[in-house]
């Protein structure tokens, strides 16, 4: 029984931990991010989406580097002086991405709120929330 509290708890705590705020991100709506090009001149695109929905459409010059791998791969294309925007399907993959990078010390990260990316083989693209 004692079995049964602990991992109750460590699942609320999980829960608890996927809805707090990620400090240093910062979401901005599609419209921001295309109006204001020059501004993201200098900003890398990050793509944490595994290889295979990155090659079935990505936005050019992205960085593909999955949620997976990203806590041992980033030093290869990131900087943590870099600014970095986040895209992904899944908001939990953006939370996570966003909380991995800020523990290693980037502090201007950024998660787009409407979709980029094609959802499948037909191109389809739904809106989703950045929380």
């Not at 990155?54 to 010059?61: D, K, Q, T, V």
């Amino acid at each position: 029984m004692i079995i049964f509290y602990i991992a109750s708890l460590l699942v609320l705590w999980w829960i608890l931990i996927q809805l707090l705020p990620v400090p240093f991100l910062t979401c901005v709506n599609r419209k921001e991010w295309s109006l204001l090009e020059d501004r993201w001149s200098k900003a890398k695109l990050l793509d944490v989406r595994d290889t295979n929905e990155y090659r079935e459409g990505h936005i050019p010059g992205s960085i593909n580097i999955s949620v997976g791998r990203l806590p041992v791969v980033w030093k290869k294309d990131l900087s943590a002086e870099d600014e970095v925007i986040i895209f992904s399907h899944n908001w939990l993959q953006r939370k996570k991405a966003a909380r991995i990078l800020a523990r290693r010390g980037f502090t201007r990260l950024y998660a787009v709120k409407d979709c980029f990316l094609p959802l499948n083989r037909e191109r389809e693209c739904y809106e989703y929330d950045c929380r």
